[in-house]
């Protein structure tokens, strides 16, 4: 009775040591290992940094954020913006090898364009703003931001591209020029709408961070770019579109 007690604890002890080996098996080879990841940025002087006095801009910020996730070891980025682009002026960049390089590596592609096409409608109209060319331009505009999307995609299918909006920089300093508020509303909702045709696309809409009053100023000296602030508010809109994803598949 005694040995056969003893006979089947034995076999109890032999089967739960192997039962524990075979589960600590399976948890490590369940751990995924840190990711190398590369953003990628294209556009104008919002994506270029221009204003922040640390010079990494939303995309540098963006790049902090991820470094610090226990599933990333590094973060490379690439960033082809030129401060003064147009969407005629970011197609033709677009063409450049160096930046068709960069794109096909790319995990994430974060871009900012039109404003500038936009203020160009308010330089060549200032002194009789009304919307009617606002709207010609526009249509300009979602035919060219089309164009952009194609082309970047033919670079990189799969890399998440998000698209940060563009904002009113005169809503405090130039109030009188209430055309702008809607101008930029109705420019943003037609990027939208390409952007939903596009796969993997994602808009951060950043036009309320600039229209609401705040005691700590978010537009640098120039008056118009964000400063170091008023980066970190769309760095943090940026990032809530990633936040809570699965980082793409290598």
């Given at each position: 009775?005694?040995?056969?007690?003893?006979t089947v604890?034995?076999?109890?002890?032999?089967?739960?040591?192997?039962?524990?080996?075979?589960?600590?098996?399976?948890?490590?080879?369940?751990?995924?290992?840190?990711r190398?990841?590369?953003?990628?940025?294209v556009?104008?002087?919002?994506t270029?940094?221009?204003?922040?006095?640390?010079?990494?801009?939303?995309?540098?910020?963006?790049?902090?954020?991820?470094?610090?996730r226990?599933?990333?070891?590094?973060v490379?980025?690439?960033?082809?913006a030129?401060k003064g682009?147009r969407?005629?002026?970011l197609?033709?960049r677009?063409?450049?090898?160096?930046?068709?390089?960069?794109?096909?590596?790319?995990?994430?592609?974060?871009?900012t364009?039109?404003?500038?096409?936009?203020?160009k409608?308010?330089?060549q109209?200032?002194a009789?703003?009304?919307?009617?060319?606002?709207?010609?331009?526009?249509?300009?505009?979602?035919?060219?931001?089309?164009?952009?999307?194609?082309?970047?995609?033919e670079?990189?299918?799969?890399?998440?591209?998000i698209?940060?909006?563009m904002?009113?920089?005169?809503?405090?300093?130039?109030?009188?020029?209430?055309?702008?508020?809607q101008?930029?509303?109705e420019?943003?909702?037609?990027?939208?709408?390409?952007?939903?045709?596009v796969?993997?696309?994602?808009?951060?809409?950043?036009?309320?961070?600039?229209?609401?009053?705040?005691d700590?100023?978010?537009?640098?000296?120039?008056e118009?770019?964000?400063?170091?602030?008023?980066?970190?508010?769309?760095?943090?809109?940026v990032?809530?579109?990633?936040?809570n994803?699965?980082?793409?598949?290598e």
């Amino acid at each position: 009775m005694n040995i056969r007690f003893i006979t089947v604890m034995m076999a109890l002890v032999c089967l739960l040591s192997a039962c524990t080996e075979w589960n600590a098996g399976v948890e490590k080879t369940s751990v995924s290992p840190k990711r190398d990841i590369v953003i990628a940025a294209v556009g104008d002087s919002l994506t270029e940094g221009v204003g922040d006095q640390e010079k990494k801009g939303y995309v540098g910020m963006v790049a902090d954020e991820l470094e610090s996730r226990s599933d990333v070891k590094s973060v490379t980025v690439k960033n082809f913006a030129v401060k003064g682009s147009r969407t005629d002026q970011l197609l033709e960049r677009l063409k450049d090898k160096e930046v068709q390089e960069g794109l096909k590596d790319a995990d994430y592609i974060l871009f900012t364009i039109g404003g500038n096409d936009l203020m160009k409608v308010v330089r060549q109209n200032f002194a009789h703003l009304t919307l009617t060319p606002f709207r010609a331009e526009q249509k300009l505009f979602e035919k060219r931001f089309s164009n952009i999307l194609a082309e970047i995609r033919e670079q990189n299918a799969s890399a998440e591209l998000i698209y940060v909006s563009m904002y009113n920089p005169f809503k405090f300093t130039l109030s009188e020029l209430r055309e702008v508020d809607q101008v930029v509303d109705e420019w943003n909702e037609g990027a939208e709408k390409r952007l939903k045709k596009v796969s993997n696309t994602k808009m951060a809409d950043i036009a309320d961070i600039f229209e609401e009053y705040s005691d700590e100023k978010k537009i640098a000296e120039d008056e118009f770019h964000p400063n170091q602030y008023g980066y970190s508010l769309i760095a943090k809109r940026v990032y809530e579109q990633i936040k809570n994803e699965d980082l793409p598949a290598e």
